[in-house]
């Protein structure tokens, strides 16, 4: 099916936004075209004739052909990467210059409701509101896509220190709770009080938590259910998150982890969202060390886990040590 995929020229054009002709898949089978062509030459040539000089400028222009086949590959290659590069740079640059004015936005915001609600009429108190929860969602649109940025280049770094994830996920839930009371969605979090920490980074695991749980909630309808769960299993801790929502249809399950991914069906509910919360999140939980899947039927449900080394003896004492050190 890979394989299938990787000789569908339109889609490859359409996902790099190249040319057909430009297309790594395209350029695959003219080399296979190329090298059929040259290698049945040689053999016919090396059939009829014995003379050794014929023979070698064969050879030399297959190899001249497949030279001038192949600098075309690196150089459309390099065109490509060049361009990427670029975009993840303009994408940083562009992040971080927003989020300067989005903070003051939002310190300003805040400062008005805080100091001057009194002075305000309802109309006036809503479009404060409003301002503030806006400046909010950009803000987490900013952080979302300098995320990615730091991924796509290797640069997103992590704290490895004992977490509570218990502790993590009731603060999460408690975050969370006017948007479960307005919508009329019940949540049952079951957890063993004994589960020991995780190694992690505190901000990220938040963050993990935090695009799952919402997940759940904006693709379950009204009156639904969620069920989150923190169990041991062998040397790992395992979260998950259940829900009896609107599910992913299964011909879409092997792009879930990918950038800007939405499903067909939740576009029809839910039309906020970037599709790089579940690619932020994977990412944050494989460089931690751990594994994070799903299983998802379409209009029953989905259930999205991921899995944390325990914290470990060996460590505390390295940690220790390093403390005594410094």
């Given amino acids: 099916m890979q394989f299938i995929n990787d000789l569908n020229l339109k889609k490859q054009a359409e996902e790099l936004g190249v040319k057909i002709w430009q297309t790594p898949g395209f350029m695959f089978i003219i080399m296979g075209i190329v090298a059929f062509i040259v290698m049945t030459a040689t053999f016919l040539i090396s059939r009829n004739y014995d003379d050794p000089k014929v023979l070698v400028l064969a050879e030399s222009i297959v190899a001249g ?18 361009v990427n590069k670029m975009k993840s740079e303009f994408v940083s640059v562009v992040s971080h210059q927003l989020r300067t004015p989005l903070s003051a936005i939002k310190w300003e915001t805040e400062l008005l409701l805080s100091k001057l609600r009194k002075g305000l009429n309802e109309k006036q108190l809503k479009n404060i509101e409003t301002i503030g929860s806006l400046s909010c969602r950009m803000t987490r649109l900013v952080n979302d896509l300098l995320d990615v940025t730091r991924i796509d280049q290797k640069r997103l770094v992590l704290k490895y220190e004992p977490v509570d994830l218990a502790a993590i996920i009731e603060k999460t839930i408690a975050e969370s709770e006017s948007l479960l009371s307005s919508r ?16 992690g980074d505190q901000e990220r695991l938040k963050l993990v938590v935090d695009n799952l749980l919402n997940n759940a909630i904006k693709y379950t309808t009204q009156k639904g259910k969620i069920e989150i769960k923190l169990t041991k299993s062998g ?4 979260f998950s998150v259940r829900d009896n929502g609107v599910g992913i249809p299964e011909e879409q399950h092997s792009q879930v982890f990918s950038k800007f991914f939405r499903s067909d069906n939740v576009v029809k509910y839910q039309t906020e969202g970037t599709g790089l919360g579940l690619y932020i999140a994977k990412n944050i939980v494989e460089q931690l060390g751990g594994k994070i899947w799903f299983q998802s039927i379409e209009n029953v449900g989905s259930i999205f886990s991921f899995s944390l080394p325990v914290k470990k003896k060996s460590f505390i004492k390295e940690k220790k040590l390093f403390d ?3």
């Fill in 184 to 199: 009329n969605i019940e949540l049952i979090f079951s957890n063993n009080k004994k589960n020991p920490k995780v190694i």
């Fill in 65 to 82: 052909i497949i030279i001038i086949v192949g600098n075309s590959v690196v150089r459309i290659v390099g065109e490509i990467a060049s």
């Fill in 235 to 238: 040397g790992d801790l395992v």
């Fill in 324 to 326: 005594n050190f410094n």
